[in-house]
């Protein structure tokens, strides 16, 4: 479970797409559940993004976009969560191949 701290340690990174699938998970496992950090979360992601939109002379709807941010990050953690278990399906499928080719030289 993370604390407080640590997951607003984790936002800059966050914001940058930039934490590994425990960290990602765990951060936002916590935003959902700490108003708190949500708005911490909110804070930074309008100072970073505002300051970039005015630069540019864009709007944005932040609740929006924010919204937006996460839920892309939930839906990359997902996919990268099914690319780590078919690198593990993978790795035992040469496993097994391997172990295969063994046994057929030594029969033959």
């Known amino acids: 479970m993370m604390k407080c701290k640590d997951a607003v340690k984790l936002i800059p990174q966050f914001l940058e797409d930039d934490l590994d699938n425990r960290d990602l998970a765990g951060f936002l496992s916590h935003v959902d559940r700490c108003p708190d950090c949500k708005e911490e979360l909110t804070i930074q992601f309008l100072v970073?993004?505002?300051m970039l939109r005015l630069e540019v002379g864009d709007t944005f709807n932040l609740s929006s976009e924010l919204g937006h941010l996460l839920s892309d990050a939930r839906r990359r953690l997902r996919f990268?969560?099914?690319l780590v278990f078919l690198s593990y399906i993978l790795e035992i499928a040469v496993a097994v191949l391997s172990v295969a080719c063994i046994f057929?030289?030594?029969a033959l």
């Open 48 to 50: 970073q993004e505002g």
């Open 80 to 82: 990268r969560r099914s």
């Open 104 to 106: 057929l030289a030594i």
